[in-house]
């Protein structure tokens, strides 16, 4: 399943939050790297429709978004805000089951296939076994890994993950990761945006680097991710013969 975004550019209010990007998702695990407010989540909603664009358009194999009923895309792309959601009440089966929504009968009512993909998914994040407990008794990194399991019963190709690991601790930012990996082995295509350099050396095949809403470098990462990049990625004020450990 292929992305492709042209000449994509969003400016409410005449403030240029994206301007005029363009490229090509084939494969692989793409991270979207940037500073905070660099247009990273901007893209990620506009890729997922939540918003539309100013100008230009996103195409999900070759057909533009704009064109494909909410309904229907949530079949194709599983979206993992990095707002959390004030949700209480709810078990972990239930949140998890929410995942579900875009496959109900006119009843409103779910086959044995989604009882099935809701069970499998908590086995897979490893919650299984608390699936009767109360979402309020999670813990910051168990409901961000309970949203992993959420998307994981959606069952689309394509899972955007919008900052995954902001404010986890080391343990859990390393549950997320070794989560996404296992969901790149399943075969879907991970997006991901992140100011995170170090996670996005761990976890990426190809990253895009963002600034200011401009796209400034692409490439897989090993080319990408260059002293000299994440210095002008970052603004970083480094002088001439400062050391810089990036990784």
């Known amino acids: 399943m292929s992305i492709k975004i042209k000449k994509l550019s969003y400016s409410p209010n005449n403030i240029n939050v994206l301007d005029n990007i363009s490229l090509d998702i084939n494969g692989g695990t793409t991270t979207f790297l940037g500073q905070n407010g660099s247009g990273k989540t901007t893209l990620m909603k506009l890729i997922s429709k939540l918003i539309d664009p100013t100008n230009g358009e996103v195409l999900i194999n070759d057909i533009n978004v704009k064109d494909i009923k909410k309904y229907d895309l949530s079949k194709l792309i599983t979206y993992i805000s ?31 296939k989604s009882l099935e993909a809701i069970e499998n998914s908590l086995r897979i994040v490893n919650l299984y076994k608390r699936r009767d407990d109360l979402v309020n008794n999670l813990s910051g990194g168990e409901m961000q890994i309970l949203r992993i399991a959420r998307a994981l019963t959606q069952d689309t190709e394509i899972i955007l993950f919008d900052e995954p690991t902001s404010n986890l601790d080391i343990k859990n930012t390393k549950r997320v990761k070794d989560l996404i990996l296992k969901l790149k082995d399943l075969g879907k295509k991970i997006l991901i945006s992140t100011h995170d350099i170090n996670f996005a050396e761990s976890i990426s095949d190809f990253i895009f680097m963002i600034k200011e809403g401009k796209l400034i470098y692409s490439d897989i990462k090993e080319k990408a991710l260059t002293k000299e990049n994440i210095i002008d990625c970052y603004d970083l004020d480094i002088y001439e013969g400062t050391e810089i450990k990036l990784f």
């Open 82 to 112: 990095q707002d959390r959601e004030n949700i209480q009440g709810f078990t972990v089966f239930e949140y998890a089951e929410m995942g579900r929504f875009p496959y109900q009968n006119f009843y409103g009512k779910y086959d044995n």
